[in-house]
């Protein structure tokens, strides 16, 4: 097994966290459980919809955010019901696209909308 084969399988343990999402968390820099330890769930959620290159779907921020717990937490404190992403759903419920805006508005960082077509912008210098 190589190293990526098992930061990946690593990453699995985490509650929530399948082989996509744990790819996911790879391609974000993302190598071992502990890597999320003082990470915040909403800076990933940003930069996961930025590498997708569309928003996606506002679960992702609970598995984030449920990642984060257990990373933080040590095992015999955790509180199993915390071990649940849809137990880190937010009280006022929004969009995807209105959860990205808000924390981009938040963190001082363009919109999504502005993000992307940077993007186009620079794959049409490059071509």
Not at 22 to 47: H, P, S, T
Not at 56 to 62: A, F, H, K, R, V
Request: one cysteine or more; hydrophobic letters at 40%.
């Amino acid at each position: 097994m190589n190293d990526k084969q098992e930061s990946l399988k690593a990453l699995q343990q985490i509650p929530g966290v399948g082989k996509a999402v744990a790819n996911d968390l790879w391609r974000m820099g993302i190598r071992a459980v502990a890597d999320l330890k003082g990470k915040r769930a909403e800076e990933l959620y940003v930069l996961h919809n930025d590498e997708r290159g569309q928003v996606q779907d506002i679960c992702m921020l609970y598995t984030f955010r449920c990642a984060i717990y257990f990373a933080n937490t040590v095992n015999k404190a955790r509180d199993p019901e915390k071990l649940k992403w849809w137990n880190w759903m937010d009280k006022v419920k929004m969009s995807s696209v209105e959860k990205d805006r808000a924390i981009r508005e938040g963190l001082n960082r363009p919109t999504f909308a502005k993000v992307s077509a940077g993007k186009k912008d620079a794959k049409a210098q490059r071509v």
